[in-house]
């Protein structure tokens, strides 16, 4: 248990390295990004300081349309000075959005995977089952007292497999069906122990939690993976 717990300690501080690494690094990024473009705009006041420029080099301007031009021009570059803010206005607001992005993108990345090694993890280790207890007169499983209300079919393939797993025994899907039916073994079809098998994995709901509760070994059959000291039956 100590050296699951550790290992458990390892993943999550792993975990929030590379989150924490992930952010700085999109963080950069868009910072880098942000100063090249606002960098790479042109000053606001570039073009109006030009028109100013052409007001004191062109002193000879005085005709009511020469002075006229110089006031649009004047106009023209407030209006551009103008738009570039605006510009840089939605360049923020974009990189920000841009930000929030990213960042949401890391993190369902990161809960994806963590969520994939956890299953993995579960996967190769099994189910950690206390006790499982059979109650034929309430007809139902508790598994960790956790309650599972089966089918008379279902809490009978329970009990035989519960059996023989108390007996270390891995039984086939004709065997199973013999046991239940009480008819020879080589009278029996291993399809229909194998959907006895199916209807009980069904009946438990989960999807994991049957696969790894009721094992299928290769080309040996089902067993249970229980230890045998957790099982009782009343």
Partial sequence: MQENTSSASESLKAGNRVV????????LILLGAAVFLFLSLP??????????????????????????????LAQSGTAFSEVLASYRMVMF???AFSAALLLAALVF???II????????????????????IS??????????????????????MAVLAEARMDDEVLTGAQIEAVISGRNEADCDEA????RIKRLRDALGNQMVSELLVKTIARRGYVLAVGKDAIRMV
């Fill in 136 to 157: 034929r007169e309430g007809r139902a499983v508790y598994i960790n007292d956790m309650e599972f209300t089966l089918t008379e079919a279902a809490l009978e393939t």
């Fill in 114 to 133: 963590a969520l994939n090694r956890r299953i993995s993890a579960i996967q190769r280790s099994g189910i950690q089952v206390a006790s499982l207890l």
């Fill in 20 to 27: 924490a690494l992930g952010i700085g690094a999109i963080v």
């Fill in 109 to 111: 990345l990161v809960t």
């Fill in 93 to 95: 607001v974009l990189l």
């Fill in 192 to 195: 229909a122990g194998a959907t």
């Fill in 43 to 72: 000053d606001a006041n570039a073009f109006n300081a030009r028109v100013e420029r052409l007001f004191v080099e062109n002193n000879d301007l005085t005709t009511y349309a020469d002075i006229k031009l110089l006031e649009i």
